[in-house]
């Protein structure tokens, strides 16, 4: 049996995630990126991880902040989450093309408004996986609010559905 990517993406696209933007300053100005690979790593010290593609340049700036946010994103984002996935855009236009509002914590980083979770991570490590970094981060801060989070499902965004009992 030989892998291709395309095969491997498909496989990857039968888990659900939840949609999380990273949220980086630079100089004054919020840049950021659609991820999905995130998860939890410890609660003792509380530690997650974020992939990000080497090629990205959020990638470039996590390194040199090292301290960053991450939030859970809510099911009305979805057209803040298809602004920050396209590699394009500029960060310039997320308010006026996507609606993203930020506030700024202590530290001075960026809060979107409205976000289900929001996470303030100080970078702990990098790890190199293939094309992509692991940054795993310890959780300073965090702020939660009611809401159903966005989903992205076999390459569509979906809506959370009715609970299992």
């Known amino acids: 049996m030989s892998l291709n990517s395309a095969e491997f993406r498909r496989?990857?696209?039968?888990?659900?995630?939840?949609?999380?933007?990273?949220?980086?300053?630079?100089?004054?100005?919020?840049?950021?990126?659609?991820?999905?690979?995130?998860?939890?790593?410890?609660?003792?010290?509380?530690?997650?991880?974020?992939?990000?593609?080497?090629?990205?340049?959020?990638?470039?700036?996590?390194?040199?902040?090292?301290?960053?946010?991450?939030?859970?994103?809510?099911?009305?984002?979805?057209?803040?989450?298809?602004?920050?996935?396209?590699?394009?855009?500029?960060?310039?236009?997320?308010?006026?093309?996507?609606?993203?509002?930020f506030d700024r914590t202590s530290h001075g980083t960026p809060v979107l408004r409205g976000s289900l979770a929001y996470l303030e991570c100080c970078l702990h490590s990098v790890e190199q996986a293939g094309d992509h970094s692991i940054f795993i981060a310890e959780v300073e801060d965090v702020m939660v609010r009611d809401g159903d989070p966005l989903i992205f499902f076999r390459g569509k965004y979906r809506k959370f559905g009715n609970e299992v009992e």
Do not use: W
């Open 11 to 101: 496989a990857m696209g039968c888990f659900a995630t939840g949609v999380t933007i990273i949220t980086v300053d630079l100089d004054g100005e919020v840049h950021g990126m659609t991820a999905n690979a995130f998860s939890s790593v410890s609660l003792d010290p509380p530690l997650l991880l974020v992939c990000v593609d080497r090629s990205a340049s959020t990638h470039a700036h996590l390194h040199a902040r090292k301290r960053f946010g991450i939030s859970v994103l809510g099911e009305d984002q979805r057209a803040i989450s298809e602004f920050y996935a396209n590699p394009a855009r500029t960060h310039e236009r997320a308010e006026s093309e996507a609606g993203a509002r």
